[in-house]
């Protein structure tokens, strides 16, 4: 059972457009982040948060933004869809201990046309 | 620039044989080293993981091997079952940020019955 969620499960929009791909967990964890996969391509992380108004960018370059208002939701957003961002995005969270496990959710996958 | 390279990017094995996943990296700052296991529709899990004080780490059917002479390591599962066909991914993180994983490309298992 997830404990963090993921909306929408698909997307299908035009170029130019805006969206907001959503996700909250409900484990109370300070760190979460947002990973982009493409098939046969590993994880690539684009964002994390370590708590309430603290984000940073990640290895991969990417033009979309993230927040972080409420430890439990953690929204990307891009502001203008362009067929090269059509991906998988994943977020996931974890405690802040070592060597703790990310708990993912099972991802948004977004087509732009 | 790919710091962790994983193979075969499929394999498929018989129910009852063994699978073997194997990673290679070139950072001798990692020093965390999980498995990851994802399912269609799912996000990835942790399935184990190893720091290098060890050779290896064994958890059911699962066993992680680590050399770290030759940089590398290796996810082996006993009696393959159908219920282990999935994607997996290796990962790599050095000191306080096991949470910064950079991941492999991933492995499509196939255990058929």
């Known amino acids: 059972e997830a404990d963090i969620y993921q909306t929408p499960r698909y997307l299908v929009i035009g170029t130019g457009k805006k969206i907001t791909l959503e996700c909250s967990q409900t484990m109370g964890h300070d760190k979460m982040y947002w990973y982009q996969q493409d098939p046969g391509m590993e994880l690539h992380l684009i964002h994390y948060s370590y708590g309430v108004n603290s984000t940073e960018k990640g290895d991969l370059s990417s033009e979309s933004t993230v927040s972080r208002i409420r430890t439990e939701h953690f929204p990307l957003t891009l502001e203008s869809a362009r067929p090269s961002h059509t991906s998988q995005y994943l977020c996931?969270?974890?405690?802040?201990?070592?060597?703790?496990?990310?708990?993912f959710g099972n991802g948004t996958r977004l087509t732009v046309t | 620039q790919q710091q962790v390279k994983q193979s075969p990017q499929s394999l498929i094995v018989q129910k009852g044989g063994i699978s073997i996943i194997n990673c290679a990296y070139e950072?001798?700052?990692?020093?965390?080293f999980p498995w990851y296991q994802q399912f269609p529709g799912k996000g990835p899990a942790l399935l184990i993981a190893?720091?290098?004080?060890?050779s290896e780490k064994k958890e059911g059917r699962f066993t992680i091997s680590f050399n770290k002479s030759a940089k590398q390591f290796s996810l082996h599962i006993m009696d393959s079952q159908p219920g282990d066909s999935a994607t997996y991914f290796c990962?790599?993180?050095?000191?306080?940020?096991?949470?910064?994983?950079?991941f492999g490309t991933g492995t499509r298992l196939q255990v058929f019955p």
């Open positions: 996931a969270s974890s405690e802040t201990g070592l060597n703790s496990p990310l708990h």
């Open positions: 990962a790599a993180s050095s000191g306080i940020y096991t949470d910064k994983l950079i």
């Open positions: 950072n001798t700052a990692f020093d965390y």
């Open positions: 190893i720091r290098p004080d060890v």
